[in-house]
């Protein structure tokens, strides 16, 4: 996908980029292709495919919500920023709170949110099961997303206790999602959570599946949630 088509296709879904955009997404792509020879961000390098499967992929969950308001997002395990980085330069409005196991990873964040002058953003270095209960994020959140972390049951445990009730938790997902979702039902049960949405759709041009899975919040986490350190991957609920 290049530069001319990802703001075309984007501007035919109602999501129109000015050039200073435009040019962030491209110093996006420059610092992270300088970063990646030094540290393993990404396996995507090539220009083409770095704006279809990491900026335009990111950008997608927009069709299915509205972004177009001040909302407060938790990003859990953004690795190199998606989605929330290509999220918050499409929607300039948007707070975002990065939060990664891999302090290398926030240095890069951190690096890159200042070559984009980018505002309303916060890197934090935790393990998601830690982070979701400290009192300052805990159910705080209007969104917390993630995008291909860990299985549907994992990434349930890891977000909803960040998300404040009336919100979501929406999960990005290739090939393959029903399977998860029909294994997290206990999970969204027990974590305060209800199926919301599933929407599925195809990349432009290599045709490979998506899904935008979005979990309502309609009660509180209970305490015990998440479990510590480790304890979700190897024990799904």
């Given at each position: ?27 996006y ?12 961000l990404?396996?995507?390098t ?41 999220l ?16 290398k ?28 209960k ?104």
């Amino acid at each position: 996908m290049e530069e001319n088509q990802f703001r075309e296709v984007l501007a035919e879904k109602g999501i129109e980029l000015s050039e200073e955009q435009m040019e962030q997404y491209n110093s996006y792509y420059r610092t992270l292709t300088e970063w990646n020879q030094k540290m393993n961000l990404t396996a995507i390098t090539e220009k083409n495919e770095v704006y279809l499967k990491h900026f335009y992929d990111s950008v997608s969950v927009a069709f299915y919500h509205d972004f177009n308001k001040p909302l407060n997002i938790v990003d859990v395990g953004a690795g190199a920023g998606f989605p929330s980085i290509p999220l918050k330069i499409a929607f300039p409005d948007l707070h975002v709170t990065i939060v990664d196991s891999l302090n290398k990873r926030i240095t890069f964040l951190n690096e890159l949110a200042s070559i984009l002058n980018l505002k309303g953003v916060a890197f934090i270095h935790d393990r998601a099961e830690l982070f979701g209960k400290n009192k300052s994020h805990r159910e705080k959140y209007d969104i917390a997303m993630a995008r291909a972390v860990a299985r549907l049951p994992v990434l349930s445990e890891l977000c909803l206790p960040l998300v404040k009730k009336e919100g979501c938790f929406i999960a990005m997902k290739g090939a393959g999602a029903q399977e998860e979702i029909n294994d997290a039902g206990n999970a969204f049960e027990l974590l305060g959570g209800q199926l919301k949405s599933v929407d599925t759709f195809r990349l432009p041009s290599e045709n490979s599946e998506r899904s935008i899975i979005k979990v309502a919040k309609v009660r509180k986490t209970p305490k015990q949630y998440p479990r510590k350190a480790g304890t979700p991957n190897k024990e799904p609920l």
